[in-house]
Nanobody
């Protein structure tokens, strides 16, 4: 599976972005998908994940209420809608496909990783 994350960019604080994760090579419809982010000098951290059916989601406390993850199984895509963005949200955002259909909150639970998309929030 090759993953392509897109939708990043430069936005002012309070603004919104929608990230998209697309897969090629095979479907990831039977796997959970997660979003992680990594800021300069920091470890990669969990942001959000969605289970195989889309019926269960999980969010880091820092983004709860501001971000929303969803998936379009017909298009083999997962989205991360990011609202009320803050300067602390600045990072490279990665999508990843889990080994399992259920949500995994840490990086070892993910088999395939995209190349990342830069999100920069100016204050």
């Amino acid at each position: 599976v090759q993953l392509q994350a897109s939708g990043g960019g430069l936005v002012q604080a309070g603004g919104s972005l929608r990230l998209s994760c697309a897969a090629s090579g095979r479907t990831f419809n039977n796997n959970a998908v997660g979003w992680f982010r990594q800021a300069p000098g920091k470890e990669r951290e969990f942001v959000s994940a969605i289970n195989w059916s889309g019926g269960s989601t999980s969010y880091a406390d820092s983004v709860k209420g501001r971000f929303a993850i969803s998936r379009d199984k017909a298009r083999n895509r997962v989205y991360l809608q990011m609202n009320s963005l803050k300067a602390d949200d600045t990072a490279v955002y990665y999508c990843a496909v889990a080994y399992t259909p259920t949500i995994q909150p840490t990086t070892p639970g993910y088999r395939y990783w995209g190349q990342g998309t830069q999100v920069t929030v100016s204050s």
